[in-house]
């Protein structure tokens, strides 16, 4: 069974930088793409960043980009996620995810680890 374990969220002021860490275990072999997802209070789940295993291409949304950096370490299993310029909108639990195998949506989640920025 994959876990994906998340590390690196905490209580930082505006304009600070963060950085989130995802390790994967079990069968990673056949990953086909790891993203980040957040949730903020009262609102939806929402895509962040991912990026392709094999090419390493990347996607961000729009609210993030030119401040995030995704990332990935083939050889430890394992995605970070830089955050840069952070404001309070970003505070969120984010949420490690993976695309293992056949399908075609993010079959594993990790628990998410907690953002806050303060202003």
């Known amino acids: 069974q994959v876990q994906l374990v998340e590390s690196g969220g905490r209580l930082v002021q505006a304009g600070d930088s963060l950085r989130l860490s995802c390790a994967a275990s079990?069968?990673?072999?056949?990953?086909?793409?790891m993203g980040w997802f957040r949730q903020a209070p009262g609102k939806e789940r929402e895509f962040v960043a991912q990026?392709?295993?094999?090419?390493?291409?990347?996607t961000y949304a729009d609210s993030v980009k030119g401040r995030f950096t995704i990332s990935r370490d083939t050889a430890k299993s394992a995605v970070y996620l830089q955050l840069n310029s952070l404001n309070t909108e970003d505070t969120a639990v984010y949420y490690c995810?993976?695309?293992?195998?056949?399908?075609?949506?993010?079959?594993?989640w990790g628990q998410g680890t907690q953002v806050t920025v303060s202003s």
């Open positions: 995810a993976a695309r293992i195998g056949r399908s075609i949506d993010y079959n594993y």
């Open positions: 079990g069968p990673t072999f056949s990953t086909y793409a």
């Open positions: 990026i392709q295993w094999r090419d390493g291409s990347t």
